[in-house]
């Protein structure tokens, strides 16, 4: 279990003032929504059943799971084909790369905010769920070599280069869990168009938790906001993200906000939900250099992903062509390289509280 209140982050620094950049505090920056919960309740005999291997119950790692589906130039995942609409290509790969290193940089280069993170913590199991390239799951295991690491994900793309005290599997975690032994720390990203069943999500997330331990997910709204006008309706951005809001919806995995999910994860069990509000700037129109820096890696994130993004939710449920796609898509590019238009994404990181969000303007330049 982790050690609390002793390797909480501090929540607040010095105000930056709001001509410098995006007007947070000196420990936040513009960040997905993320969601710290600490798990209260347990019933101490939930992992009396003997142990099983996930990997040996639920998967064999066949010929078939490493033989991707191929479509529109992209590859997807084969194991449980069509639950994951984004591809498992090496091009998303690095992006996956490129987008843990815009993590990193937003939390000051820490791993996240639950206190597990602290390097005394003494966390002992951490589960990293839809782990992708296993990055994240890496530095967490070198950074902690007293914890097991286990990453799971529908494709079989981490790294086989690993420390000891990591070990992926490849399952669909909406399916029962099998792990005997429970958890201190669950840690997510970017799954809210993965996950069809929250609440069972959450509930089996709440099962396979020690007491006090934490779930933390880091999500972003669906749709960029904006505080002064510049982003309209009519500009490609918005319509692209209506349109993929539709799609995923189609494919029975919509985008959730973050204050819904917080009311799920109260029903499943889950106590002193907190939600905090940060950005990532569309492009590098803040004013304040570290700030212009993270909007810089937000775009590199979104030209390297708008691709995967779009084309097989467009294509499988919206019935566009490839081409449609493709030409719809340079429009879009040009609204997010357009620094007079300045568009955020509200990001989420929470910790042990009760629920609060504090959303703060962006300065232009």
Not at 208 to 218: D, M, N, S
Not at 252 to 269: R, T
Not at 318 to 347: C, D, G, Q, S
């Amino acid at each position: 279990m982790c050690n609390d209140e002793a390797n909480r982050p501090a929540a607040t620094g010095p105000v930056i003032a709001a001509e410098e950049g995006i007007g947070m505090t000196a420990r936040q920056t513009a960040l997905p929504y993320v969601t710290t919960l600490i798990v209260q309740n347990r019933y101490p005999d939930r992992f009396s059943q003997p142990a099983q291997s996930l990997a040996s119950s639920t998967t064999s790692l066949s010929s078939s799971i490493f033989n991707h589906r191929v479509e529109n130039g992209r590859t997807y995942h084969r194991y449980k084909d069509g639950q994951y609409s984004y591809p498992n290509d090496e091009k998303e790969a690095d992006r996956l790369d490129l987008q843990h290193n815009l993590f990193l940089l937003t939390f000051y280069y820490q791993l996240g905010l639950a206190p597990c993170n602290a390097k005394d913590s003494g966390v002992k199991r951490v589960l990293d769920v839809g782990t992708g390239t296993g990055l994240w799951a890496i530095e967490f295991a070198d950074e902690h070599p007293e914890a097991e690491v286990s990453g799971v994900d529908l494709s079989p793309v981490q790294s086989t280069a690993l420390p000891p005290n990591v070990k992926f599997e490849v399952d669909d975690i909406e399916e029962p869990w099998t792990y005997s032994t429970p958890f201190d720390y669950i840690h997510t990203r970017m799954m809210t168009s993965s996950i069809c069943d929250w609440p069972r999500f959450f509930k089996q997330a709440f099962e396979h938790l020690e007491v006090g331990g934490y779930l933390e997910i880091q999500e972003t709204d669906l749709d960029p906001h904006c505080d002064d006008g510049t982003l309209k309706p009519e500009h490609a951005m918005v319509k692209w993200l209506k349109l993929l809001g539709e799609a995923v919806e189609i494919f029975g995995h919509p985008f959730v906000d973050i204050p819904n999910l917080a009311v799920l994860m109260e029903e499943a069990g889950f106590v002193d939900v907190t939600i905090k509000t940060y950005k990532w700037p569309v492009n590098e129109w803040p004013k304040d250099p570290h700030y212009k820096e993270l909007g810089s890696w937000t775009h590199a994130n979104c030209m390297e992903g708008l691709e995967g993004w779009t084309l097989a939710p467009y294509t499988r449920a919206l019935n566009w062509t490839k081409e449609e796609v493709l030409v719809f898509l340079a429009e879009v590019r040009t609204n997010m390289k357009n620094r007079n238009i300045h568009a955020y994404w509200p990001m989420k990181p929470g910790e042990k509280k009760k629920t609060t969000a504090t959303e703060e303007p962006a300065t232009q330049e």
